[in-house]
């Protein structure tokens, strides 16, 4: 899973980055732009569980892939902000990082904390940056709906949608708003609009407004997910050597959930992201899918070998496993289950894919 960072200059979002990646110096550089790209392992208890039950030779986290790109600001001009915000077509989702402590560096005139003005003016370049990209494709369809080719029906119908698009952003609506069917999300998904990806809002809180619940008060206006943390602070506590200095720092500042936690489950909340494990050749691996996600579409994250020969797979829950102890129990419980290409992959399954090559 991919998720990129935005914001104005100053809002934090270099230091949430580096937090999360740990050892910043690792951070490659991208593109034209140079967007910043680290990796970084998704802790998960299941998959403790699961190490000591399988005992395999190896084990594979989740990764959640962070990308650090400069801040926009109306000023730099539309045509460079979508040259910096295309680092984050990829991205399956974004954290958009608002300031709400203080700062002198703050880009004139925006010393003032206004976390509305803020997240207005980078909401804004965004819909731009679709807008440019849907308007250039309008102008090329509106050509070539005219001849008659074996495309034109699927591109009348791209073109209608586009257009839909079009008069939403201009209208400064988000793409995401539009509640779009996934017949017609498909003519889109190849524009990897911005404005139709979920993004997690993160207040990044000054230090006296650590603890302080009712922060997300200011959050009130936003229609997703939102959370609060103290940058500073967090990266702070990050650079701390021993586990245990960390934990008494977070509980002297009543801190309860690491940033890095917290963020990755409003990610996951905001993305609807299942996780399933599979062991081969001892391997024992984490995958995301999406909630909803059937078989064949979990095993094509594996391999498309796998979900092209896909003949069944064979599920059981952690969760099972955890209260029966062993593979055999739950076999002889009835919980390892056979199920076809249309089964739904939950959270937290076991999955044994039979496949032919
Ligand atoms: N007081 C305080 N300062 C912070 C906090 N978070 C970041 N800063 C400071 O704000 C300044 C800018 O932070 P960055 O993380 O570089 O901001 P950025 O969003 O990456 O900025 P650009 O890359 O210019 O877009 C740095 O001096 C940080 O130390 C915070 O929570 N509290
Ligand atoms: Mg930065």
């Known amino acids: 899973m991919r998720l990129g960072f935005v914001g104005l200059p100053v809002s934090g979002k270099t230091t949430v980055f580096e937090t999360l990646s740990g050892d910043a110096a690792s951070a490659e550089h991208h593109g034209p732009t140079m967007a910043r790209i680290a990796s970084v392992k998704v802790p998960d208890e299941r998959l403790d569980f699961l190490q000591e039950l399988f005992q395999p030779k190896k084990v594979t986290h989740a990764a959640i892939d962070f990308v650090d790109i400069p801040g926009i600001i109306s000023e730099t001009g539309r045509e460079e902000n979508s040259r910096i915000l295309a680092s984050l077509r990829e991205a399956d989702a974004l954290i958009h990082v608002v300031r709400l402590f203080e700062s002198e560096a703050a880009p004139h005139p925006r010393q003032s904390v206004d976390p509305k003005r803020d997240i207005d003016e980078v909401e804004s370049e965004m819909a731009f940056a679709d807008l440019a990209i849907a308007e250039a494709r309008i102008e090329k369809l509106e050509v070539s709906v005219k001849k008659s080719t074996p495309e034109q029906e699927r591109e009348k119908k791209e073109l209608e949608v586009l257009m839909r698009c079009r008069d939403a952003l201009e209208n400064g609506s988000k793409l995401i708003g539009l509640g779009l069917s996934d017949q017609k999300l498909k003519l889109l998904s190849s524009y990897c609009f911005l404005t139709l990806k979920p993004e997690v809002l993160l207040l990044n809180i000054g230090e006296g407004d650590v603890g302080n619940d009712s922060i997300l008060e200011k959050a009130r206006d936003w229609p997703g997910e939102a959370i609060a943390m103290c940058a500073q602070v967090e990266m702070e506590i990050a650079a701390l050597d021993s586990e245990e200095d960390r934990r008494t720092f977070l509980a002297e500042m009543n801190i309860t959930e690491p940033a890095a936690d917290k963020?990755?489950?409003a990610a996951y909340r905001a993305l609807g992201v299942a996780t399933f494990f599979t062991t081969v050749s001892d391997e024992l691996r984490a995958w995301t899918v999406r909630q909803g996600d059937d078989a064949v579409t979990a095993?094509?994250?594996?391999?498309?070998?796998?979900?092209?020969?896909?003949?069944?797979?064979?599920?059981?829950?952690v969760n099972d496993l955890k209260e029966l102890g062993s593979m055999k129990e739950a076999k002889a419980k009835g919980k390892l289950r056979l199920e076809g290409k249309d089964y739904i992959v939950q959270d937290g399954d076991v999955v044994f894919f039979r496949f032919s090559k």
Request: positive net charge; charged residues 25%.
């Open 263 to 265: 963020l990755k489950a």
């Open 299 to 317: 095993a094509g994250k594996i391999h498309t070998d796998i979900s092209r020969g896909f003949i069944r797979a064979e599920v059981v829950s």
